[in-house]
């Protein structure tokens, strides 16, 4: 008896075959321009998901309270996530079978669902509760616990790029 599943392969070989992906890889510019502004959006991303974990450590700007630090660095993180998905589905796109057969990749999505999801919900709601309630431990752990889910999801990437 023949098994069916679900696959994500046939989507795979579509973005690699489509126009636009031939066009970022027969294009000289096209792939370094898309990717300096992913890496400019990262490090928006990176810092202003950085900020608000530190503060949650009881380092950095300790002195602002931990709502304000998260309500300024809340735009600066959404818009820069918008960018990092515009400009990370042309790189998707033009490499999308070696994506889709490296471990990291995999690896890497789901790092980056499982900190989107904690970081729009736990840790936000942890950000907007009374400091005094909080304690002492409870924002370490969700801080650090952020801080390794986006390390995890920087080095899932950077490995694709190393070994797939």
Do not use: N
């Not at 735009?75 to 960018?83: D, F, G, I, N, Q």
């Not at 009374?130 to 490995?159: N, Q, Y």
């Amino acid at each position: 008896m023949e098994e069916t599943g679900f696959s994500l392969q046939p989507f795979f070989v579509w973005m690699q075959e489509s126009s636009f992906s031939q066009f970022m890889l027969d294009t000289t510019w096209s792939q370094p321009i898309v990717q300096v502004m992913h890496l400019v959006a990262l490090s928006i991303f990176a810092g202003s998901v950085l900020i608000v974990d530190l503060r949650l450590l009881g380092v950095g700007v300790v002195k602002t309270p931990l709502a304000k630090v998260a309500d300024e660095a809340t735009p600066w993180m959404v818009w820069a996530l918008v960018a990092l998905l515009i400009t990370g589905t042309p790189s998707l796109m033009s490499l999308a079978m070696k994506q889709y057969f490296s471990p990291f990749f995999w690896w890497k999505m789901q790092l980056l669902v499982i900190g989107l999801i904690f970081t729009f919900t736990i840790r936000r709601r942890l950000t907007q509760t009374d400091e005094a309630k909080l304690g002492p431990v409870w924002p370490k752990v969700a801080g650090m616990f952020s801080i390794s889910l986006w390390c995890g999801v920087a080095i899932g990437a950077r490995l694709i790029g190393l070994f797939s």
